[in-house]
């Protein structure tokens, strides 16, 4: 049994707060050192990752053309959910 939380991958993330006071990601850096720039959050929204586990806020973003869901946890963490479970 592979549990849930296998799924979820803790990333850094540089964001910046626009004057209205709103957080928009605009990098994220995966595990393996890896930087990947958001070319456009298309969704803002109070939601649960139904993969990973957890909630909190969950930008739906556009990187490289593909559709990708950050969350960011009440406890001020940045997690992406993995395609599939870690060995």
Known sequence: MVS???YKVYVEVMAVFTPEGRLIP???TWEDG???LIDRVT???R???LKA???GLRYTCLISGKTTHLFYEDDNKWFVERKSAAV
Do not use: E, M, N, P
């Open 26 to 28: 605009k990098t994220i």
């Open 4 to 6: 849930s939380y296998s």
């Open 43 to 45: 969704d803002v929204r």
């Open 47 to 49: 939601a649960c990752s």
């Open 53 to 55: 586990g957890g909630t």
């Open 34 to 36: 890896h930087v990947y």
